[in-house]
């Protein structure tokens, strides 16, 4: 079975500063992949980043990066520049390949508040 | 625009009763997911559906039911069995393919309370 884990209760951060959303994932199988979710007030998921396993390099996408740490099974999310919009729920979620790690797990999620 | 919707919003329903969630999307993907997300909680896959007239149990089916006769329709229905109905429901699809990057589309999701 695969596992993501998100402990950080709530996170807070000043306007246009950086904060990393920590996120480690345990699985057995060789291959899989990590994606980063949000999910504002209003209840959507909105797909932020992914990360292949066997990616040599970490994934961007604008102002969110992924610090992905094979060895130490970690993917944390870098949002630069924080944003008042950025105030919501995070999720990390991984795939395998093996039956059941092939449909998608996701953690219990971390709320980003930013201030003004 | 292509995109998912689910309706309605917001749902009322008395203990006891079935109450059918709609989901349809236009993005033309195979893959269709119904999940579950009570407060402070991450997603858990109720069904998912990978062609028409198949789907199969996620890790949490029991009390609910689906159907897959179109290609861009998906129902689910929470029925009297399901002990704790109260929750989010969020709708989402994606491609089909062998590789991991299949990034799953989410409706905005009901909100389904049983009184």
């Known amino acids: 079975a695969q596992k993501i884990t998100q402990t950080q209760p709530g996170m807070f951060v000043q306007e246009k500063e950086a904060v990393t959303l920590d996120c480690t994932y345990d699985?057995?199988?060789?291959?899989?992949?990590l994606f980063w979710y949000k999910q504002p007030s209003s209840g959507e998921m909105i797909f932020l980043i992914y990360q292949g396993s066997y990616d040599q390099q970490n994934a961007t996408e604008g102002r969110y990066s992924l610090n992905f740490q094979k060895a130490r099974k970690s993917a944390n999310l870098v949002i630069s520049a924080s944003q008042l919009g950025d105030s919501a729920m995070y999720f990390c979620?991984?795939?395998?390949?093996?039956?059941?790690?092939?449909?998608?797990?996701f953690g219990k999620g971390i709320t980003l508040s930013v201030r003004p | 625009d292509g995109g998912i919707t689910q309706s309605p919003k917001y749902l009322f329903r008395k203990e006891g009763q079935n109450v059918t969630l709609s989901c349809e999307q236009n993005l033309n993907h195979d893959a269709m997911y119904w999940y579950r997300q009570d407060p402070g909680q991450g997603l858990r896959l109720i069904y998912y559906s990978q062609i028409v007239n198949d789907f199969q149990k996620g890790d949490i089916a029991e009390g609910y039911s689906v159907s897959r006769e179109k290609k861009e329709s998906f129902p689910l229905t929470v029925t009297s069995a399901q002990k704790n109905p109260t929750a989010f429901y969020l709708c989402a699809s994606s491609v089909l393919g062998l590789g991991f990057y299949n990034e799953q589309f989410f409706g905005p999701g009901t909100r389904l309370t049983v009184l």
């Open positions: 699985t057995s199988d060789p291959s899989y992949g």
């Open positions: 979620a991984m795939r395998g390949i093996t039956g059941a790690n092939s449909k998608l797990t």
